[in-house]
């Protein structure tokens, strides 16, 4: 099972997953010229990738201004075209942009997966309207790549985990190492031997586990009068 993806760390990972998308959304959609993909996590997150910088511009001017083609699809879940700009005042700033730019139809195809919502923007340099079969592509491609991203999330995340459990298994095995040598040198209860530990792991700035690494390593030679000193406070310190 897939786990929702509340942010998203390698954005240029993503990225490519996006530019991805929007190329194979124009080979299925005939008339298409460019297209740019917003994708949008549950934490509030956006990420968007264009496949040309003057899409990029008109992507980020919708962001900016709350009102487009992209943002209108997003919000209500459904898509939203305008056949051709120059009778469309929907969006004044957003429609200024696209046609100094010789863009004259666009298409926005929103999807939802799991929370993580993705909406690709198609354009067109002439009056133009998506096709029905070209909507269903333009969705299940999206769909897709929502799914792929959370697959993908998802497995980064369990070896992300997985890390830090073998990380952490090991650093109690070495503290327990170093327990049993502290133990054996000053003749004290593990407890005792742990609060040294502890203690100079404080003293000294350092984490726990190298000191511990470092007592393994020199199984405690030349340390123990520091030991015995570090015990005694310990004993002082609990009276």
């Known amino acids: 099972m ?19 998308l929007g190329r194979r959304a124009m080979r299925c959609s005939p ?3 460019g297209a740019s993909v917003v994708l949008r996590c549950p934490g509030g997150e956006g990420h968007s990738a264009s496949t040309h910088p003057d899409l990029a511009v008109l992507a980020a001017l919708q962001e900016d201004t ?4 992209c943002v209108d699809a997003a919000r209500r879940l459904r ?7 120059v009778a469309d005042a929907r969006w004044p700033a957003f429609r200024l942009a696209a046609l100094e730019r010789g863009l004259r139809a666009c298409t926005a195809v929103p999807v939802t997966a799991e929370g993580v919502a993705a909406t690709v923007t198609l354009y067109a340099f002439r009056p133009w309207r998506l096709t029905a079969a070209a909507h269903e592509s333009v969705g299940v491609l999206a ?13 980064t995340g369990a070896e992300a985990e997985a ?11 070495v503290i327990d190492q170093a327990i049993g040598v502290v133990t054996h040198l000053l003749d004290c209860d593990p407890g005792r031997a742990f609060d040294v530990l502890r203690v100079l792991s404080q003293r000294t700035n350092r984490k726990l586990s190298a000191v511990a690494a470092q007592i393994v390593r020199a199984r405690g030679r030349g340390s123990t009068r520091e030991l015995r000193r570090l015990l005694g406070d310990v004993r002082a310190d609990s009276t």
């Open 66 to 69: 709350g009102e487009g083609p």
């Open 31 to 33: 008339g298409c010229r």
């Open 163 to 173: 890390e830090q459990l073998r990380t952490a298994m090991v650093t109690r095995a």
């Open 79 to 85: 898509p939203v075209e305008a056949a051709d700009l």
């Open 143 to 155: 769909e897709e790549t929502v799914g792929g991203l959370l697959r993908e999330h998802a497995r």
């Open 2 to 20: 897939t786990r929702p993806m509340d942010t998203v760390t390698d954005g240029a990972a993503v990225a490519l997953w996006l530019v991805r």
